[in-house]
């Protein structure tokens, strides 16, 4: 593996921010500030972090679990927890991306670049387990939100509901927002 160069390492700090912020446990907790209002703060200390561990690891690969635990320690800040296998995964691919780098190979940033548009498309819900009634006017979206819009202006259909043709001993009970009256 070659050296890392000023070039290598400009491109392995865009990559690290990026495979960062299309990670949905992170990006889920900065959007929805699980880790208080200097959320953004805290994740651009792990993409700090992350780039200080991979440019001064002897060797990276080896030192796989250390990146994970750097991981594990930056969703902590955020107050957040993966169990979903993610933190490996993103572990793996900072790893191919600064093996990547070091060999001068900068497609894997062309690519997270060029991807980058196209992960606005779709809608994601998040929560972070606190689903509970906030007094707090400022944290009412705090719990849950759509993190790419595009695709928010899709109306919801509405379920038909067959009124009941005989007495089968089931009773139809209508919504607390109708509070008893029919339409």
């Known amino acids: 593996m070659s050296e890392l160069t000023a070039e290598g390492r400009a491109v392995l700090i865009e990559g690290v921010g990026l495979i960062l912020w299309r990670w949905t446990a992170m990006r889920a ?3 929805n500030g699980w880790g208080g209002r200097d959320s953004q703060a805290k994740a651009d200390g792990t993409v700090s972090t992350v780039f200080k561990f991979l440019i001064q690891s002897q060797d990276p690969a ?11 320690k930056g969703l902590d800040e955020l107050n957040t927890t993966a169990e ?4 490996d995964e993103v572990a793996n691919t900072l790893i191919d991306l600064y093996e990547d780098c070091c ?4 497609e ?4 997270l670049r060029a991807t980058r548009s196209q992960a606005t498309a779709s809608v994601v819900k998040v929560s ?4 509970e009634e906030s007094d707090d006017e400022d944290e009412d979206n705090d719990q849950t939100t759509d993190m790419m819009v595009e695709a928010s202006n899709q ?19 209508s919504s607390r927002k109708n509070k008893g009256k029919r339409n």
């Not at 894997?108 to 690519?111: D, N, Q, S, V």
């Not at 972070?128 to 689903?131: K, L, M, Q, R």
């Not at 509405?158 to 001993?169: F, I, K, L, R, S």
């Open 155 to 173: 109306k919801p259909e509405v379920m038909p509901v067959d009124e009941p043709a005989a007495d089968d001993g089931w009773t139809v009970v």
């Open 62 to 72: 080896k030192d796989i679990e250390t990146l994970g635990d750097i991981l594990d």
């Open 29 to 31: 907790a900065v959007e």
């Open 108 to 111: 894997m940033l062309e690519e």
């Open 128 to 131: 972070n387990g606190n689903d």
């Open 103 to 106: 060999n001068h190979n900068y």
């Open 84 to 87: 979903d296998g993610s933190v």
